[in-house]
C-alpha cells in the first residue's frame, strides 16, 4: 500500500503563478490512501491502465494523483464533472481536450518530477510546461553539448561550477516547455532554438532556427514551484 508521508508544506493543490490569462498550478503527488482511491475513480479506462502499468507503487499512485488533478482541474475551468472531460492525445504525445469542449478555447500542459505536478493553463493559446526537481548533474556539461545549443553549451561552460546544475536544469526546463508548447516534445531537436540560462536571470527565447530576436511569437517564464524544484514556461503570443 501507498505510504505518503503527511507534508503540512505540500497542500493538495496550490497556486504557483498567475500572469495575464496563464494560470501555473502545483499539485503534491503524495496523497492519503482515501484521496487516492477517490482520484482513481475519476481516470478513464485507458488512464487506469497506464497507472498499471507502473511497476513501483509509488509511481503507479503518483500517476494516478497527476491525472486524477488534471480532471479535477480541468473540470473546475470547464464547469463539468472531472470524470467526463474528454481528452485527446495528439500524434507526438500531446494531452488535448476533446471535441465536445473546444468552444471554451482553454489550453492546458502539465509535467512531474519528484513528489510534484505542475499544470499550465490559458485560452486561445499553445502552452508547454516543464518543472524537474533540483539535482545533481553530474555529466551536464557533456550532456549540455549533445542536446543543447551552441551557444548555450558555451554559455553554460562559462557559469560557475556551484551554479552549473542550476543553470542546466534552467536551461532544460525552458527548452522542454517550448518544445512541449509547440506539442513535439523531444522529436524536435533541441539544439535547433536557443533560450537564456542564467537560473536567476529572464527566460527568453532568443533564436528559432536561423531567426533571431526578442520578438519570435512566444512568451517564456522561469519559476519557482517549490523549494528543490525548477519550472519554465511557454505560451504563444496570440
Ligand atoms: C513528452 C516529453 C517532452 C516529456 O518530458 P518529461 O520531462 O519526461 O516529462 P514531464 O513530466 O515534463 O511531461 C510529461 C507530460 O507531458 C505531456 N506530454 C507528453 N507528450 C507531450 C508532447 N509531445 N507535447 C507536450 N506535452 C506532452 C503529458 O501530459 C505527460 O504527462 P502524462 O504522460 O502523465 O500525461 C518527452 O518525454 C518526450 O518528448 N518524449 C518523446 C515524445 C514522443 O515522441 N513520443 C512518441 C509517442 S510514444
Redesign the pocket.
Known sequence: MHDPEHDPDWPDVFDILEERDVEVVGAGLDVPAPELAALHTLLSAAERQIADRYKSERDRAH?IV??GRLRQLLGTRLGVDPAGVALEV?T????ALGSAHHGAGLAF?????GKLAAYAFTRRRAV?I?IEQLRDIPDAERLAARFFSQTESDALRAIDAGERNRAFLACWTRK?AF??AI?????HPLSSFDVTIAPDGPARLTRIGTVAGDSLGWSMASFRPRDGYIGAIVTSDD
Open positions: 500517476s497527476a491525472r495528439s507526438h504525445g500531446k494531452p500542459n502539465l509535467s512531474h518530477s508547454g516543464d522542454e518544445v512541449k506539442g513535439e516534445g523531444l522529436t
